[in-house]
C-alpha cells in the first residue's frame, strides 16, 4: 500500500500543472495582442492587377485607413476601418485571415452612360517581411488581396467584372 505521500506528490503535481495552463490560457485568452487599432498605409498595386484572369495594369490606389478592433479570441476579431478616401467598413478576423467588404457605387461604367455598384472585398493576413504568413501578435505589416466584383449582366454582358490587385497593410501610427 502506497504512503499518503506517495500519492499526493503526484496530485500535487498534476494540479500545478493544470492550474499553470489555466492562467496561461486565461492570460491570452482575448487575443487582444492580435487586434489591429491604429493608422495603416493601405495600398492596392495596380502594375499587378488581374481583370477577369488577365493581367492589365490598373491605376494604383493608395489610402489612410484608422482601424479600432477587438478580439474574443487570438483567432476571433471584429473592428471598424475609416478609410481618408471617404468610406468605412467593418472588419472581420476568422483564422489568420482579416476581411473587410463594402460596396463601391458607380464601379462599372457602361458604354451607354449606366454604371453599376461593385463589391470590394480585401483580404489580408499578418505577414514577415519576405510575405510569408506570420502568426506573431502586434504584426504591423499585413498583405492580401484587393477584390472588386460588377454583377453578371452588367453592361449588356452576361459576365462579371472581376478586379484583383494584391494589397499591403502597413502600420503607420
Known amino acids: 500500500m502506497r504512503s499518503a505521500g506517495a500519492i499526493a506528490g503526484p496530485i500535487l503535481l498534476v494540479a500545478a500543472v493544470i492550474g499553470g495552463l489555466g492562467n496561461a490560457s486565461s492570460a491570452t485568452a482575448s487575443g487582444d495582442d492580435n487586434a489591429l487599432n491604429g493608422t495603416y498605409l493601405a495600398t492596392s498595386n495596380g502594375e ?16 489612410t485607413w484608422t482601424i479600432n478592433s477587438t478580439c474574443t479570441t487570438p483567432f476571433d476579431c471584429t473592428g471598424r476601418v475609416a478609410s481618408d478616401a471617404g468610406w468605412s467598413a467593418d472588419l472581420h478576423r476568422q483564422n489568420s485571415e482579416w476581411t473587410v467588404k463594402r460596396d463601391i457605387p458607380n464601379w462599372e461604367r457602361c458604354e451607354d452612360g449606366t454604371a453599376y455598384t461593385g463589391a470590394q472585398e480585401y483580404r489580408f493576413y499578418p505577414a514577415d517581411a519576405s510575405g510569408v504568413v506570420s502568426l506573431s501578435p502586434g504584426a504591423t505589416t499585413l498583405v492580401g488581396e484587393d477584390k472588386t ?20 497593410l502597413v502600420k503607420i501610427g
Open 48 to 63: 499587378r492587377a488581374k481583370t477577369n484572369d488577365r493581367y492589365q495594369d490598373e491605376a494604383t490606389v493608395k489610402s
Open 149 to 168: 466584383t460588377g454583377p453578371s449582366g452588367a453592361c449588356g454582358l452576361n459576365q462579371w467584372l472581376v478586379v484583383r490587385m494584391p494589397f499591403k
